[in-house]
């Protein structure tokens, strides 16, 4: 299995280039934050108690994501790997990571980040608001998400950079652009 973390701030363009990089390479995407907004789209007992956690751009708590989390892994049992968009986000969702891949025989073989400023975030993610009306895409939020990634999710840069897996990319150019280098760090361990 070839399993990628795609990693960087929120508005880096992970979504967009995970999707790029799962249909090129055959591989299962997994978005923590696509998983928890459809809880709460669909009303269900997660979706009610982390619908106002999303909205104020702090982070769902470990334990209650892990299940969904392995959930969406089992659906594509017999993947030839993964892209995981948005997770991990934590030291502790680190730990249940590595513990799922250990469960499904394999390992993270590579983390990607997206390098972008915090400036070009917010006018990114104003942006979305108006094409997509995300509730946690105002000004405010978005602060707010900046600050939680630098506190709780940046650390995570150190743990893989010592595993000798992490590549950090320019985030900022055209999609196309951006994908090219992308493909051109995974391709050099394919
Ligand atoms: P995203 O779409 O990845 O920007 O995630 C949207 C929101 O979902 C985040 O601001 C968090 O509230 C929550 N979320 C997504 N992934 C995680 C995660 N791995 N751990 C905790 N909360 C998460």
Known sequence: MFNVIMFGPPGSGKGTQSIMVAEKYGLSHIS????????????????????????????????????????AMEKHAGTKGFVFDGFPRTIPQVHDLDQAMAEAKSSISLVI?????????????????EIQGRKDDTEEVIRNRLSVYQEQ???????????????CVDGVGSIDDIFSLI??????LI
């Open 32 to 71: 923590t934050g696509d998983l928890l907004r459809s809880e709460v789209k669909n009303g269900t007992e997660l979706g009610l108690r982390v619908k106002s956690i999303l909205e104020s751009g702090e982070l769902v708590p470990d334990e209650l994501l892990i299940d969904i989390f392995k959930s």
């Open 153 to 167: 999710t940046a650390p995570l840069i150190d743990f893989y950079k010592e595993q000798q897996k992490y590549v």
């Open 113 to 129: 980040c997206l390098d972008v400023d915090d400036e070009e975030i917010i006018s990114r993610l104003l942006k979305r608001a």
């Open 183 to 188: 493909c051109g760090a995974i391709n050099r």
